[in-house]
């Protein structure tokens, strides 16, 4: 059975970094889409980033210039690198994995905080 593990979140201060991992257990194949997302309380999830086979990115108007989405895909595995956090990027993040069998995998959460 195929599950998505993340890790990486916390607490940190305006201005800090994070870096969230998601890698996949299990056998998981063809995957064609990884991506990020997050939902604050009281707000709908919404995309954060995402990156298709290869290096084809889309991030979200609110985190470009500050968050980078990679992947690694010997290890199945997604990272995001969060720079110059603000108190508004404070949600849980989820990340998604898409196959070209048209399957979908979302990891559990990993909360992040940002305030002084």
């Known amino acids: 059975q195929v599950q998505l593990v993340e890790s990486g979140g916390g607490l940190v201060q305006p201005g800090g970094s994070l870096r969230l991992s998601c890698a996949a257990s299990g056998s998981i194949f063809g995957i064609n889409a990884m991506g990020w997302y997050r939902q604050a309380p009281g707000k709908q999830r919404e995309l954060v980033a995402s990156i298709i086979s290869g290096s084809n990115t889309n991030y979200a108007d609110s985190v470009k210039g500050r968050f980078t989405i990679s992947r690694d895909n010997a290890k199945n595995t997604v990272y995001l690198q969060m720079n110059s956090l603000k108190p508004e990027d404070t949600a849980v993040y989820y990340c998604?994995?898409?196959?070209?069998?048209?399957?979908?995998?979302w990891g559990q959460g990993t909360q992040v905080s940002v305030s002084s």
């Open positions: 998604r994995f898409s196959t070209s069998l048209r399957l979908v995998y």
